[in-house]
């Protein structure tokens, strides 16, 4: 079945440091694949999504890319900053329509210390 | 552009009483829609979705139900809350636009005392 798999947390880092937070996924066909971003308190953002192999999804200074080879997609952020602290989200949709559902990670918790 | 709307944002209730969590769209038609709770920790669990008025999957048993009055409402609803039901409720809509991914509402934190 489809599954995503990201690391349990929480990550505790400094700012201006590197962010990676790992994110693999089983799933037949060719997935899309998406980061979501959760603040304290509020609803879940797309934060930045990619479709096909090879592709880089990006947004506000965080990247991943999507590499079928080794079935990834991990988040990274060349310096994190204080506002970065939250709970990210790694989810992959099912190769077949807009009906399918979402299948999402349990999170990793981000805090990023100033 | 597409938004979806919760309420209410916060809400307390007594055990045994009843719910209704109450989300809609604006923007769009024909949204696929989704209940998710968030319990204690972070991990989502999906309890409905629903892919057309009057159309509800559940995905686990539970004292909660869902109902799709209105293409763009959807509301969950319980006759008798447990402690267990607490959590924090998500509202979620799919439609092609979005290349597949969601729109969340801002959620509903429940307390059950």
């Known amino acids: 079945g489809n599954s995503v798999t990201q690391m349990e947390g929480p990550v505790t880092l400094s700012e201006e440091a590197f962010l990676t937070i790992n994110c693999t996924y089983t799933?037949?066909?060719?997935?899309?694949l998406f980061w979501y971003v959760q603040y304290p308190g509020e609803g879940l953002q797309l934060l930045l999504k990619?479709?096909?192999?090879?592709d880089k999804g990006s947004n506000k200074g965080f990247e991943a890319t999507y590499r079928k080879e080794t079935t990834s997609f991990h988040l990274e952020k060349g310096s994190v900053q204080v506002s970065d602290s939250a709970v990210y989200f790694c989810?992959?949709?099912?190769?077949?329509?807009?009906?399918?559902?979402?299948?999402f990670g349990t999170g990793t918790l981000l805090a990023v210390q100033p | 552009s597409q938004t979806i709307h919760q309420w209410p944002a916060t809400l307390v209730q007594p055990v045994g009483s009843p719910l209704s969590l109450e989300c809609t769209v604006e923007?769009?038609?024909?949204?696929?829609l989704y209940w998710y709770r968030q319990a204690a920790g972070r991990g989502l669990q999906l309890l409905f979705y629903?892919?057309?008025?009057?159309?509800i999957s559940s995905e686990v048993p539970q004292n909660l139900s869902a109902s799709r009055p209105q293409d763009r409402q959807f509301i969950l609803s319980s006759k008798k809350l447990l402690l267990s039901d607490s959590g924090f409720y998500l509202c979620?809509?799919?439609?092609?636009?979005?290349?597949?991914?969601?729109?969340f509402g801002s959620g509903t934190r429940l307390t059950v005392v």
């Open positions: 629903s892919v057309g008025i009057g159309q």
């Open positions: 799933a037949t066909g060719y997935p899309s």
């Open positions: 989810a992959l949709s099912p190769y077949g329509g807009a009906t399918n559902k979402l299948i």
């Open positions: 923007g769009t038609s024909n949204p696929n």
């Open positions: 990619a479709t096909k192999a090879d």
């Open positions: 979620a809509l799919r439609t092609r636009k979005a290349n597949y991914g969601y729109t």
